[in-house]
């Protein structure tokens, strides 16, 4: 168990619709990253906050939209879905503002139909 | 080009077999690299972590890093059917911000 904890774990939704995904990093982490993972891209950065500041941004889409709150929980919005939105979110955190170590939760199924 | 380049198998290899798995990488910069570990339906882990080149062994797993070639290597020694999983390979700039980039695995199964 890495210690990082993401909910839903699976998330069926329709096209149009928005999501949000939640993430709580492990305890003392004070960055909390989010990675988009399908199976013709790969795990792919979106966006990375520290300490509750957007400190690195990815391959976001404008549709999509994250924060961090005060007690370091982070959340991934995701609004406007298209089929192609469907993949495995993860969250990760680490220690530090780049520390190179990250430690991922278990993931986010989202299926968009 | 990916900044990142990995074979995606799969690689199948018998129960105690020495597996080599490999990445190719064409930004220079790099200094950070890193292997993980990701079972089916779970969150990558990490294996192996490397600072510039050289090589770096734990246990059963040694990490290679050719940074003249940009190319990173993982051993496994004496491999298991519990070593069944997808590699992948990642590397950083480091420096003020950590944005990984990743490889897109290699599926590796140990046959019993």
């Known amino acids: 168990d890495s210690g990082v904890t993401q909910t839903p774990k699976h998330l069926i939704t329709a096209t149009g619709q928005r999501v949000t995904l939640r993430c709580s990093p492990r305890s003392g982490d004070l960055s909390v990253y989010w990675y988009q993972q399908s199976l013709d891209q790969g795990l792919q950065f979106l966006i990375q906050?520290?300490?509750?500041?957007?400190?690195a941004k990815g391959n976001i889409l404008e549709r999509f939209s994250a924060q961090q709150f005060p007690d370091l929980h982070s959340e991934l919005n995701l609004s406007s879905l298209e089929l192609g939105d469907s993949a495995l979110y993860f969250c990760?955190?680490?220690?530090?503002?780049?520390?190179?170590?990250?430690?991922f939760g278990s993931g986010t199924q989202l299926s968009v139909l | 080009q990916k900044e990142v380049e990995q074979d995606p198998g799969p690689l199948s290899v018998p129960e105690g077999a020495i597996v080599s798995l490999n990445c190719t990488y064409s930004?220079?910069?790099?200094?950070?690299f890193m292997w993980y570990r990701q079972y089916s339906r779970k969150g990558p882990e990490l294996l192996m972590y490397?600072?510039?080149?050289g090589n770096k062994e734990d246990g059963r797993f040694t990490a290679q890093v050719d940074k003249s070639s940009k190319y990173i290597s993982l051993f496994i020694r004496d491999s298991q059917p519990s070593d069944s999983a997808t590699y992948l390979c990642a590397m950083t700039l480091g420096g003020a911000t950590n944005k990984l980039i990743f490889g897109t695995g290699t599926l590796l199964a140990v046959q019993p």
């Open positions: 490397t600072y510039s080149s």
């Open positions: 990760a955190s680490s220690s530090g503002p780049a520390n190179e170590k990250l430690f």
């Open positions: 906050y520290y300490n509750g500041e957007e400190r």
């Open positions: 930004n220079s910069a790099f200094q950070y």
